[in-house]
C-alpha cells in the first residue's frame, strides 16, 4: 500500500518529534558533566558546520545571499539568533539540573502561547475552544505562581523564548535550514570565545586524546539538525495544523522520562497544574483536529 504525502508528513512529524524528546533528552542529559556553556557551545558550532555541508550539497548558497542581504530579515535574524541561543541554554541547564518536568511544562504550553501570540501580534482569530486554552493556561500558571516554590521558571522562560523566536520567524518566513544557519553564524563569536576560555583554563572537553568523547560532542549537531530537518519535512508534507497536534509528542517523551527514568519530584501542586495544562492541550488539539476536517 503507498503512503499519501499526508501519511508521510505524519511519519516524518512524529519521527522528529519523537527523536527531539526522548534521544535528545536523553542524549543532552548524558553530555550535561562537560558544563552547560560548552555543550550550548558545541552544539551551536557543530549545527552551524553541518548546516555549511547541507546547504552545500542541495545548492541553497543563492537563497543564503538573498535572506544575508535584506537587512530587515537580517536584523530579525540577529534578534531571533540571541532567542534560540538562550532557548538551547535554558534547556540544557534544565536537562543538567533535573529539571525535565519544568522544561516539558514550557513545550506543552509553547503552542497554545503561539495562538495567543498570533491574536496580539498577527490578527489571527480566536474561536471559543482556543480561548477557552489560553485561559486554562494562564489559570495554571497563575496557580503556580501561588506556590512559588513549584513555579516551574524554566519551562515558563523556555516556552516565552521559543514562541517569541517562532513569532519573529514566521514573520519573515525564511528557509528553517538557512535561518537557522545565518542565526548560527551571528553566535559564532560568543561560541569562539567560550571555546577560547574553556581551553585557556584547561576545562575544554573536546581533545583528541579522548576520541570518544570527541564523537559524543560532536553528535551535539547531528542531534539537532536531523529532528529539525524531520519536523519541517513532516509541516511541508501534511501541514502545520497536523504537525501541531504531533509536535505534543516532544513534552510527552520529556515528561514521561523526568518522571519515571530520571525521577524527577513531581508535587501536588504541579500536578493540579499539569491536569490542567492536559486539559488545555487535549481542547487545543480537538479544535485542531476538526480544523483539518
Not at 542529559?29 to 551551536?44: C, D, K, M, N, T
Not at 533535573?98 to 509553547?110: E, L, P, T, V
Not at 508534507?237 to 505534543?248: E, N, P, T
Request: charged share 10%; glycine share 6%; with cysteine.
Amino acid at each position: 500500500m503507498k503512503l499519501t504525502n499526508f501519511s508521510k508528513g505524519i511519519i516524518s512529524s512524529s519521527t522528529g518529534s519523537l527523536f527531539w524528546g526522548f534521544l535528545g533528552t536523553i542524549y543532552f542529559q548524558y553530555i550535561s558533566f562537560i558544563g552547560v556553556f560548552e555543550v550550548v557551545a558545541h552544539r551551536s558550532f557543530w549545527t552551524c558546520v553541518i548546516l555549511i555541508i547541507t546547504t552545500s550539497l542541495f545548492k541553497k548558497w543563492q537563497m543564503f545571499k538573498k535572506i544575508f542581504f535584506n537587512k530587515i530579515n537580517l536584523l530579525i535574524l540577529f534578534v531571533s539568533s540571541l532567542l534560540i541561543f538562550g532557548n538551547w541554554s535554558l534547556w540544557i541547564y534544565a536537562v543538567s539540573k533535573n529539571k525535565i518536568i519544568d522544561a516539558s511544562f514550557g513545550y506543552f504550553i509553547f503552542p497554545i502561547i503561539m495562538c495567543f501570540f498570533g491574536y496580539l501580534f498577527l490578527k489571527e482569530k480566536l474561536n471559543r475552544k482556543r480561548i477557552i486554552s489560553i485561559s486554562l493556561v494562564i489559570i495554571s500558571t497563575v496557580y503556580l505562581l501561588f506556590n512559588f516554590s513549584s513555579f516551574p521558571w524554566i519551562g515558563i522562560s523556555v516556552a516565552l523564548l521559543w514562541s517569541i523566536y517562532n513569532l519573529l520567524r514566521k514573520k519573515i518566513n525564511v528557509e528553517t535550514d538557512i535561518g537557522l544557519l545565518i542565526e548560527s553564524l551571528f553566535v559564532l563569536p560568543v561560541i569562539l570565545i567560550i571555546f577560547y576560555f574553556t581551553i585557556s583554563t584547561n576545562q575544554n572537553n573536546f581533545v583528541f586524546n579522548n576520541p570518544s568523547l570527541m564523537i559524543l560532542i560532536f553528535l551535539a549537531g547531528p542531534m539537532t539538525v536531523i529532528p529539525l530537518f524531520l519536523y519541517v519535512k513532516g509541516v511541508e508534507l501534511s501541514g502545520l495544523s497536523a504537525s501541531g497536534m504531533v509536535f505534543f509528542i516532544t513534552p510527552t517523551a520529556q515528561f514521561l522520562l523526568g518522571f519515571f527514568y530520571f525521577n524527577e519530584p513531581f508535587s501536588q501542586q504541579k500536578f493540579i497544574s499539569f491536569i490542567l495544562i492536559w486539559i488545555a492541550v487535549f481542547i487545543y488539539l480537538k479544535d485542531l483536529y476538526e480544523k483539518d476536517l
